[in-house]
């Protein structure tokens, strides 16, 4: 494709010279929710290996998210430091109440937008795989959307 075809339109000169806040806002919100994505999944695998294995050690807490031991030990000092975990002495990781709440709220959220995708016909695999990156970005409005499609057996009927 000739690149040159490609155009945009310029932004209007008072946008240009002032910026677009609503812009600056939504890369804000972006940059924010990343930081966040990172908590939660966190929590969330803290959460799963508490359930299934009745520990979360750092060494599992790596693998199981494909990153170092350093960076784990490193995240989960981050997650001591905001309430949401606390370690024992040779026995892992352990949620509080806070983190097990948000680890409850990501489950519910997860869970919503595999259903949804599922509802618009995507596949369980990439449903799951999917919503691994959107249940961390999607606002709350739109998952209430979410939630009344699945409600309303697959139609926008219900806004």
């Known amino acids: 494709m000739n690149p040159q075809a490609l155009s945009f339109p ?12 609503d812009e600056a806002a939504r890369h804000a919100s972006a940059r ?7 908590t939660e999944d966190y929590v ?12 979360a050690r750092p060494t599992d ?3 199981r998210l494909g990153v170092t ?10 997650l001591k430091r905001d309430g949401l ?5 040779y026995r892992g990781v352990f949620l509080t109440e806070a983190g097990h709440a948000l680890a409850r709220r990501v489950r519910v959220r997860h869970q919503t937008v595999v259903a949804f995708l599922r509802a618009i016909g995507v596949p369980p695999e990439a449903a799951e795989a999917d919503a691994e990156g959107i249940e961390h ?12 499609f699945i409600a309303s057996g ?6």
């Open 32 to 38: 924010s929710a990343r930081a966040s994505a990172l």
């Open 69 to 78: 031991h350093a960076t784990a030990i490193k995240t989960i000092a981050r």
């Open 154 to 159: 697959g139609s926008a009927a219900g806004r």
């Open 44 to 55: 969330e695998i803290i959460a799963d290996l508490l359930e299934r294995e009745g520990e």
């Open 137 to 148: 970005h999607v606002s709350e409005e739109t998952l209430a959307a979410f939630e009344r």
């Open 85 to 89: 975990a606390h370690a024992k002495p």
């Open 61 to 63: 807490i790596a693998r």
């Open 10 to 21: 310029d932004p209007a000169p008072a946008e240009a010279a002032e910026g677009r806040p």
